[in-house]
């Protein structure tokens, strides 16, 4: 059974840093991305990494702030977040790709899903 967990979400003042987890099971994968809900907001791409390289990528909103990561070793995915701003509020989803390199990081590229961790900025 493949399952995607995510950890690390919470309350942190604006200019904060946080990090999230995604730890998965059942299988490996080429690629690993976070994708975010804001309340009222349609889920956007946040960060995606791909292959044993480590190819990254982000949204514009992010770059320079955050940094994706993964550890092979342990079939997990990070999401280091620095210079937190309130519109960072969201909840945070992990999604992975079983298969490919060259694809666009949109919600039905992804495989598998998280449930979510929040992540709320306060002013």
């Known amino acids: 059974q493949v399952q995607l967990v995510e950890s690390g979400g919470g309350l942190v003042q604006a200019g904060g840093s946080r990090r999230l987890s995604c730890a998965a099971s059942?299988?490996?994968?080429?690629?690993m991305g976070w994708f975010r809900q804001a309340p009222g907001k349609e889920r956007e791409f946040v960060a995606g990494?791909?292959?044993?390289?480590?190819?990254?990528y982000y949204a514009d909103s992010v770059k320079g702030r955050f940094t994706i990561s993964r550890e092979n070793a342990k079939n997990t995915g990070y999401l280091q977040m620095n210079s937190l701003k309130p519109e960072d509020t969201a909840v945070y989803y992990c999604?992975?790709?079983?298969?490919?390199?060259?694809?666009?990081?949109?919600?039905?590229?992804?495989?598998?899903w998280g449930k979510g961790t929040l992540v709320t900025v306060s002013s």
């Open positions: 999604a992975a790709r079983l298969f490919g390199s060259t694809f666009t990081w949109v919600e039905n590229a992804m495989d598998y």
């Open positions: 059942g299988r490996t994968f080429t690629a």
């Open positions: 990494i791909i292959g044993s390289l480590g190819n990254t």
